[in-house]
């Protein structure tokens, strides 16, 4: 019996780090580790020390996308890849609702799902060297569920760029498709990773939560309406002691003091 887990912790000033565990399989997603990080992040939201959280893969790849093997093993049974899916659906959308900012950490590839984890985050950095696709339309499975997060993430055009060709983009491309935040000589992908982690970390939890769950409704609303909704968010956050104390601290030219309420 392997015992190995499949996501490793790792938590320090406020940034929980989450790395992918298999590394003899890229860190394929199993089914195991879909809801070995499910259960990870249900645990980080209930921790108030746990501020921003950091997704890593071990080995010589971030993500490889799901588990081709298991699939096969399974002989693509429609209930087998049901539940397989639903759990990748909800792993996604858990990223997502999270209040607390999630940055993806990518080195090596991101590709089919793994590309879906890059887009879900909130944030992502990569290594210069790191590499991206969704490359389903090769093997005639199209990444329709990876075209979720990537749609919402990059224009139309270069959405449709790389579900329709599958083509590996390097770490320039990905920049200049908007799929990630930055790119850095791999050797300071962590230090840099790890800076900005802590950056965040130091900001009000309660700001972060209010304002991530903001933003992610207010996309979804028509320009009317999102306004109209924004302007309920701030009125809420104003009656924050967090709120009160950061504007008292900048008026008074001190750092604040946050309280998490």
Same mark, same amino acid.
């Given at each position: ?7 490793? %912790? ?70 087998? &890849? ?28 991101? &590709?089919?799902?793994?590309? %879906? ?43 449709? %760029?790389?579900?329709? &060709? ?46 991530? %769950? ?48």
């Amino acid at each position: 019996m392997n015992d190995t887990p499949y996501v490793l %912790q790792d938590h320090q000033d406020g940034v929980v780090t989450l790395t992918l565990n298999r590394p003899q399989a890229r860190n394929a997603l199993s089914q195991g580790m879909l809801r070995a990080l499910l259960a990870a992040l249900a645990d980080i939201a209930a921790n108030p020390d746990a501020r921003v959280v950091v997704l890593a893969g071990a080995g010589p790849a971030f993500c490889a996308g799901h588990d081709l093997k298991e699939l096969r093993a399974a002989d693509y049974a429609p209930d087998y &890849t049901e539940a397989l899916f639903a759990d990748c659906a909800e792993l996604m959308q858990a990223i997502v609702a999270l209040p607390k900012p999630v940055i993806a950490r990518v080195h090596g590839v991101a &590709t089919a799902a793994g590309a %879906q984890l890059v887009a879900s985050c909130d944030l992502a950095l990569a290594a210069a060297d790191a590499r991206f696709a969704t490359p389903g339309v090769n093997i005639g499975l199209f990444c329709s569920t990876p075209m979720v997060a990537l749609s919402r993430n990059i224009s139309h055009k270069h959405a449709m %760029q790389m579900l329709l &060709t599958g083509e590996l983009i390097d770490a320039d491309t990905a920049l200049r498709f908007g799929l990630i935040n930055e790119h850095v000589p791999a050797a300071e992908l962590e230090a840099r990773t790890t800076a900005l982690a802590r950056q965040i970390a130091s900001k009000s939890p309660l700001t972060l939560a209010m304002g991530k %769950q903001a933003f992610y409704r207010q996309a979804e609303l028509p320009l009317d309406e999102a306004y109209a909704y924004t302007r309920g968010v701030m009125v809420a956050n104003l009656q924050a002691r967090d709120a009160q104390e950061g504007i008292n601290a900048f008026i008074d030219k001190r750092p604040p003091t946050w309280c998490g309420q």
